[in-house]
């Protein structure tokens, strides 16, 4: 892992820890929908406590823009997090000010505070410096558990670190082993299956993994940027034309480690009950558009996966929300999740695709950050992590 301190390097007995987790997750009428993230934070947050710590927690939820909404209140989590762990939880109506500092003052070791939303302050998307010293002023001690917002600059994960002694949480110190050493010491051969709709959002993870992989697989709809750069006719498919440079030049450095579809599952109309049919990658009818990858294509993909020792994926085959166009998604799911490899399935879109698929324990490692990982995957250093504390 990159040389930052972590939980291990801490002394807390007694002291106020304040802990940045993610818990940014769906909220339903006042109810937390899917609470893998609220989960993700509990080894970090159950070491602290046995290690006699008060545990001050913080975290954004929504984009509220620096406004008071109650929509976007923590209140619901804090409910949540006390029925997960077992134990009750304070809640403060604020991170800042008169609220937090008194909340903060009664909190004994042993117990858990959560503060209100960071991001109804518009100092925290601003990384302001007074914001930062008000949150550091709550406690001795700073840990950042939040990988999915490690990418960004904030008052609450970088403001803050720079402040107070600073450590990785465990699940920060799991994405960093997993995200990068893992890809810096990839065991061979190495492959990386890009999917999504848009090349533009891969263009650095492209061109940084052809360096470390031995081939990329590439699926879902920016697969059809290069297929137009190859001059095939994409009819109604998503193409983005802009990037169609872009792509003819990544194939001419690439050569045959950039791997495209041989076959593809095309529909009359963008919708689950359309007509559908499985053709030649340059057989696509006016009128038609491309949905999904094909059969031959999972079964070659499939091929190259059992024979690689390092896995890499990062966005869906296809539209996956259909239920006719998700095959080609779900059988590369089995497929890595069958093979005898290291496998990291990155952020967003492909982790809802494994967990779909119910290969979730199949797996090395699913990312909790989609923008987070996709960043660590294109080689740059994270604010929220090169903020902490050195070893």
């Given at each position: 892992m990159?040389?930052?301190?972590t939980?291990?390097?801490?002394?807390?007995?007694?002291?106020?820890?304040?802990?940045?987790?993610?818990?940014?997750?769906?909220?339903?009428?006042?109810?937390v929908?899917?609470?893998?993230?609220?989960?993700a934070?509990?080894?970090?947050?159950?070491?602290?406590?046995?290690?006699g710590a008060?545990?001050?927690?913080?975290?954004?939820?929504?984009?509220?823009?620096?406004?008071?909404?109650?929509e976007?209140?923590?209140?619901?989590?804090?409910?949540?997090?006390?029925?997960?762990?077992?134990m009750?939880?304070?809640?403060?109506?604020?991170?800042?000010?008169?609220?937090?500092?008194?909340?903060?003052?009664?909190?004994?070791?042993?117990?858990?505070?959560?503060?209100?939303?960071?991001?109804?302050?518009?100092?925290?998307?601003k990384?302001?410096?007074?914001?930062?010293?008000?949150?550091?002023?709550?406690?001795?001690?700073?840990?950042?558990?939040?990988?999915?917002?490690a990418?960004?600059?904030?008052?609450?994960n970088?403001?803050?670190?720079?402040l107070l002694?600073?450590?990785a949480?465990?699940?920060?110190?799991?994405e960093?082993?997993?995200?990068g050493?893992?890809?810096?010491?990839?065991?061979?051969?190495?492959?990386?299956?890009?999917?999504?709709?848009?090349?533009?959002?891969?263009?650095?993870?492209?061109?940084?993994?052809?360096?470390?992989?031995?081939?990329?697989?590439?699926g879902?709809?920016?697969?059809?940027?290069?297929?137009?750069?190859?001059?095939?006719?994409?009819?109604d498919?998503?193409?983005?034309?802009?990037?169609?440079?872009?792509?003819?030049?990544?194939?001419?450095?690439a050569?045959?480690?950039?791997?495209l579809?041989?076959?593809?599952?095309?529909?009359?109309d963008f919708?689950?009950?359309?007509?559908?049919?499985?053709?030649?990658?340059?057989?696509?009818?006016?009128?038609?558009?491309?949905?999904?990858?094909?059969?031959?294509?999972v079964?070659?993909?499939?091929?190259i996966?059992k024979?690689?020792?390092?896995?890499?994926?990062?966005?869906?085959?296809?539209?996956?929300?259909?239920?006719?166009?998700?095959?080609?998604?779900?059988?590369?799911?089995?497929?890595?999740?069958?093979?005898?490899?290291?496998?990291?399935?990155?952020?967003?879109?492909s982790?809802?695709?494994i967990?779909?698929?119910?290969?979730?324990?199949k797996?090395?490692?699913?990312?909790?950050?989609?923008?987070?990982?996709?960043?660590?995957?294109?080689?740059?250093?994270?604010?929220?992590?090169?903020?902490?504390?050195?070893k």
């Open positions: 990159l040389n930052k301190k939980l291990n390097n801490l002394n807390v007995k007694g002291k106020k820890v304040l802990v940045r987790v993610d818990f940014n997750v769906p909220i339903n009428k006042g109810k929908g899917d609470d893998t993230r609220i989960r934070a509990l080894p970090t947050i159950k070491y602290l406590l046995d290690k008060a545990l001050i927690l913080t975290s954004h939820l929504g984009r509220p823009k620096g406004e008071a909404k109650r976007f209140s923590l209140g619901p989590v804090s409910t949540h997090l006390a029925g997960v762990i077992g009750p939880v304070k809640f403060a109506e604020d991170c800042l000010g008169k609220v937090a500092q008194t909340a903060v003052t009664s909190l004994r070791p042993g117990e858990i505070l959560l503060l209100e939303n960071t991001r109804f302050h518009a100092g925290e998307k990384n302001d410096p007074a914001m930062a010293v008000a949150l550091a002023s709550l406690a001795d001690v700073f840990v950042n558990d939040a990988f999915g917002t990418h960004r600059a904030h008052a609450s970088v403001g803050v670190a720079k002694p600073s450590a949480g465990f699940l920060l110190e799991k960093l082993k997993y995200l050493d893992t890809i810096a010491n990839a065991k061979e051969p190495f492959i990386a299956i890009l999917g999504g709709a848009k090349v533009s959002d891969k263009i650095g993870v492209i061109t940084n993994l052809l360096e470390k992989t031995d081939k990329i697989l590439i879902g709809g920016m697969a059809n940027t290069f297929f137009k750069a190859q001059g095939y006719e994409m009819a498919s998503l193409v983005e034309d802009d990037a169609v440079t872009t792509a003819t030049e990544l194939l001419e450095k050569g045959d480690a950039l791997q579809p041989v076959d593809v599952v095309i529909a009359d919708a689950d009950q359309a007509k559908n049919k499985i053709v030649s990658v340059g057989d696509v009818p006016a009128g038609w558009r491309i949905l999904d990858v094909g059969p031959d294509t079964a070659a993909y499939a091929s996966i024979k690689s020792k390092t896995v890499v994926w990062n966005g869906p085959m296809g539209v996956f929300e259909f239920p006719n166009f998700a095959k080609g998604t779900f059988g590369v799911a089995h497929a890595v999740a069958d093979a005898d490899v290291v496998s990291v399935i990155g952020g967003g879109d982790v809802a695709a967990k779909q698929a119910g290969l979730g324990d797996v090395s490692h699913i990312s909790t950050g989609g923008g987070a990982s996709l960043e660590m995957l294109e080689g740059k250093i994270l604010p929220g992590v090169d903020a902490l504390e050195d």
